[in-house]
Structures are given as structure tokens and as C-alpha cells.
């Protein structure tokens, strides 16, 4: 019954996470340990080994649907690396914990804003500091031509950006799929549906590294990681499914603001199972 539970839990959490870019990764880790009892490595080792298929599955769909922008997924992964190992290395020197729920209201604040809904006022999009930044020298403009999307990007910005969230994901020991949505949307202007089928295709590449590593470790246990797989692989196809019955930009929106939100109670729960386990996810 329990294995049951997990399974469409985890297909629920999958589908959710593919509609907004996230993965599902931050929701499912604390639900495994504090629902069903898993020690944390091997709940990590789970959850990483699920994430690869279900990532990859989610990237064919939008390979097919051509709304992969590479070069900024690009732009943001090889920083974000980088910025993981900082991060990780930062540890020792700073108040983590203190920062982590400072953090934590921070990402329940962004999801806040992006839930409440707008005021019908003319918003000016051709002003303000981001707006300035986006058009000094390194930026450009994408075209998405089989989505009649066109916007602009500055590439010294973006790998600042993708950085910074590598930072973060290497403090706190969370995945930075969380920030690097909304940091799309809200801050670059992308389009909704560009900037999460951008998020999926850099989870491939930090799913796959992670489920390497936690395997090395001895944390993936294929009796409980290949349910989880499949739930996770069958939540990936009814997500996209799902996401192309969306068409409103504002409600995907607002599925992130709520992601969001439940990420940052997941982030004060990671604060709680560390500070028991002495583990971080």
C-alpha cells in the first residue's frame, strides 16, 4: 500500500513540477523522509534517479514543440556549476542557517507576488533598471519562430544570474531549478512556456550529475528508486499533456507563484531535517 502511495504521490509531484519548470525534486525529497520514513541519502538518491527520465521525457516534448532555447540554458547551466561548487565551499564560512530562512521568506515573498493577482494598469515594459541592463553591450534578441516569440536577453546578465542561483543551490544543498524559472520570467521577460521548457532541458543535465554522484555514494537503492522512476516518467507525460491544454500565460504564472510557495516551506523543512540529520538536499 505504501509503495502505492509513493507512486502516485510521485506522479503527482512530477506533472506539478513539469508544468512549472521545477522538476518536482525540492517537494518530493522532504515528502519521502517525513511522510514515509526514508533517511535522507537514500531519499535524495530516489529522487535524483526519478528526475533523469521524467526530465528527459518532459525535454522531448518541448523538442518537439521547439520551445527550448538552448543558448540560454546554456548560459545559465555552465555558471550555475560553477557557482554550485562556490557555494559549497561558502558553507564554512557563513551564517547557512540564518540565511536559509531569510531565504526561505524570500522565495515564499516571489511566489506571493506572482500569485496575487495584477492590477488592470498599462505596465510600462520599456523602463526600469532590468529594462536598461537588458540593451547595454552582450545582449540580444531570440526569436522563437514556430512560437511567434521574440524577446531580449543580455548574456553577461543571464550568466550572473545563472551563477548567482548555483551559489544558492550550493549553500542551502537545493536544486536552483526553483529560482531559475521565475528568474526567467520575472526578470529576463521570456516567454512562460519558453522559460520552463528551458528549465526542464538544464534539469537533464543536473539530474543526470547528481544521480551519478549519489550513486557512487551508495544512496540509490533501484528497489525504491525504479517506482519512483516510473511514477516520475508517467507524471513528465500527463504535465506536458496538461501543459498544452494551458494556453493563458498569467495562469502559468500563478502555478509557479504556487510552487513556489510550497518550495519555500520545503526549504524550512530541509532547515528542520538538517539540523536533525545533519544532511542537506
Do not use: C
Amino acid at each position: 500500500m505504501e509503495e502505492f502511495i509513493i507512486f502516485v504521490v510521485g506522479a503527482l509531484v512530477s506533472g506539478f513540477g513539469t508544468i512549472i519548470g521545477f522538476g518536482g525534486g525540492v517537494f518530493m525529497v522532504p515528502i519521502l523522509i517525513i511522510f514515509f520514513g526514508y533517511s535522507i541519502e537514500i531519499a535524495i538518491g530516489a529522487t535524483m534517479t526519478a528526475l533523469v527520465p521524467a526530465s528527459i521525457i518532459a525535454s522531448s516534448f518541448n523538442l518537439r514543440d521547439r520551445s527550448i532555447d538552448y543558448l540560454v540554458g546554456s548560459l545559465i547551466q555552465f555558471p550555475a556549476v560553477a557557482g554550485t561548487v562556490l557555494g559549497a565551499f561558502m558553507v564554512a564560512f557563513l551564517p547557512v542557517a540564518k540565511l536559509q530562512i531569510i531565504f526561505a521568506l524570500f522565495v515564499v515573498t516571489v511566489g506571493f507576488f506572482m500569485v496575487k493577482p495584477e492590477k488592470r494598469e498599462r505596465i510600462q515594459r520599456h523602463s526600469g533598471i532590468m529594462y536598461r541592463i537588458r540593451r547595454v553591450p552582450t545582449s540580444f534578441i531570440r526569436k522563437n519562430r514556430a512560437k511567434h516569440l521574440a524577446y531580449r536577453l543580455n548574456g553577461g546578465v543571464v550568466s550572473v544570474f545563472g551563477f548567482a542561483s548555483g551559489i544558492v543551490a550550493g549553500l542551502f544543498g537545493i536544486g536552483g531549478g526553483f529560482l531559475q524559472t521565475p528568474m526567467m520570467i520575472k526578470l529576463f521577460r521570456m516567454p512562460p512556456q519558453i522559460a520552463t521548457s528551458t528549465s526542464l532541458f538544464i534539469l537533464v543535465i543536473t539530474s543526470f550529475t547528481g544521480f551519478i554522484s549519489h550513486y557512487l555514494l551508495g544512496n540509490v537503492i533501484w528497489s525504491r528508486s525504479l517506482p519512483l522512476m516510473t511514477a516520475f516518467a508517467l507524471g513528465a507525460i500527463g504535465g506536458n499533456l496538461l501543459k498544452k491544454r494551458q494556453g493563458k500565460m498569467q495562469d502559468i504564472e500563478k502555478l509557479i507563484g504556487i510552487g513556489l510557495l510550497l518550495a519555500g516551506a520545503g526549504v524550512i523543512l530541509n532547515l528542520l531535517i538538517k539540523s536533525n540529520f545533519g544532511f542537506s538536499f
